[in-house]
């Protein structure tokens, strides 16, 4: 049984020499974002226009406790449309996937608690790139390199 886990091991780690951890952190970094910055934009029109249909839902739908409800419209669709961006350049990433990450906990836990399936997920990817960074792909890959000349 150990010799077999052994050579699972082998396998796995073979594995993960093929995808580099740019491309999973890069992977992390558009698809998060997207998830996001999507959902900002249903909450607007023009640039960045905050609808009365969002600041609708966020008093009566999705009622988040301590923050007024407009307050926390406006918080909530500049967050996804900022941070997503960020994401995306890859600067500030740490940073930025914090912030998701406080912001789906707080969708988890006051607006749509059923839906732990899908916040999972997006914790899972938020989480990975707290922990990793951007990786090589982004602005402050570039940025540290900089600073280290």
């Keep these: 049984m150990k010799t077999l886990i052994l050579k699972f091991e082998s396998l796995f780690d073979w594995l993960g020499q093929l995808i580099p951890a740019s491309l999973m952190g890069l992977i992390a970094r ?76 707080v969708i988890q836990l006051f607006v749509y608690p059923d839906a732990w399936n899908v916040h999972l997920w997006w914790a899972i990817a938020l989480l990975y790139l707290i922990k990793h960074g951007s990786g090589k792909a982004s602005l402050d890959h570039f940025i540290k390199g900089s600073a280290v000349r």
């Design 30 to 105: 558009l698809a998060i974002a997207y998830t996001f910055f999507s959902s900002g934009r249903t909450k607007v029109t023009g640039v960045l226009e905050v609808t009365d249909t969002t600041l609708f839902l966020f008093k009566e739908e999705y009622a988040v406790p301590v923050i007024p409800s407009d307050i926390a419209a406006y918080m909530a669709t500049y967050a996804e449309h900022f941070f997503p961006i960020l994401l995306v350049l890859g600067l500030f990433t740490r940073f930025a996937a914090l912030s998701l990450l406080v912001m789906t906990l």
